[in-house]
């Protein structure tokens, strides 16, 4: 008997525990089963859903079946939302993810994906800030394996190399607005022997040596030498112009082709003749006091294409003729100069005829 005191019926407790429409409260707030709404609030007598607590959970595993609404944050299936405001991750530590994903964007290990085809991915600075590119180190390779277009200005600090083999090729369509300079003088090359610029236009050209097919320029400073238009200038007052072949090389001018031997003789290679013209009223002197030599030679190396007023020195006859247009002349006219020869011959047939 004494037993059976502390014992509910089972009539009696399943009428209390239907509470008929009556609200459980225990120690007034701690525990509250709202009956009519089916809800159990902790710390509250206002449970807002079917489980809720006003203040923090502390539980180390939590199932949710469908949906959970945690502050602002709903959870469901795999989706986190919050309809309020913006999610922030505020940790100490490293948030680590084995993916992201964004409507159009999939980061994942080390690489960004878009997931839209033919979709730009954008980086964006805000206002005048920067976007900046560094390992731990402060210096990092930047690999574009397609095209790179730029609209805004270009700034390299370090050393830039275009292109790694010589079926690379570069395309200048803007103008160049600064000078440029080798870094070391006299050791790298423009152009090639098979690879050549086709025209170079500058308005003064200063070389210590040329090798150039043809080279067009206003002034061309070459050594001494100053070329500009149609005239030759030696920039040293006190030096000599000399035009010097090599080996057997000649000297063309205006198509007409000379020989320079030992650096003091012009010698015409061709068989026509080297015409000296003068304009109006000039004429051609010889300056010095040592005079001038004429071709020289026998009778029988009469020129046989000679031209009028044709010069030269007969060692045959031992005086200076000139051709007249169509026979050879002692120079002086009829008062020719007889040779030992000559007289010889007149002196006998005056003893023949004479006898004397």
Known sequence: ??????????????????????????????????????????????????LYTPNAIDTTTLIVDSTADIGNFVIS?????NAVGNITFSS???????????N???????????????????????????INLANGNGNVQVTVSGNLHATGNITFDGNITLGTSSSNTINFTAE???????????????????????NVYTNTFSV???????????????GNLSFNGSTITNNSAS???????????????????????????????????????????????????AGTAIPTGTTAQRPVNATTGM????????YGEFYNGSAWSAIGGASATLSLDQVTNIMITDAIIFGR
């Open 1 to 50: 008997m004494g037993r059976e005191l502390g014992r509910i019926s089972g009539p009696l407790l399943s009428d209390n525990l239907l509470r008929n429409g009556n609200n459980l409260a225990f120690d007034t707030q701690v525990l509250y089963v709202d009956v009519n709404n089916k809800r159990i609030g902790f710390n509250t007598t206002t449970p807002v859903n079917d």
């Open 77 to 81: 299936t795999n989706n986190i939302q």
């Open 92 to 102: 100490s530590n490293t948030v680590v993810a084995p993916g992201l994903t964004t």
């Open 104 to 130: 159009n964007l999939y980061l994942y290990s080390n690489n960004i994906t878009d997931t839209v085809t033919n979709n730009s991915i954008n980086v964006t600075a805000n206002g005048s800030g920067t």
């Open 176 to 198: 160049v607005n600064s000078n440029i300079l080798p870094s070391t003088t006299n050791t790298y090359t423009l152009g090639s022997g098979t690879n050549r610029w086709n």
């Open 208 to 222: 210590s040596s040329t090798t150039v097919p043809t080279t067009s320029a206003t002034t061309l400073n070459a």
């Open 239 to 289: 030096a000599n112009l000399q035009i010097l072949p090599t080996g057997t090389g000649i000297i063309s001018l205006n198509g007409t082709q000379f020989t320079a031997v030992n650096q003091n003789s012009i010698t015409n290679p061709s068989n026509g003749a080297y015409t000296l013209a003068g304009t109006a009223a000039g004429y051609y002197k010889f300056a010095g006091t």
């Open 311 to 318: 010069i030269r020195f007969n060692t045959s006859l031992g």
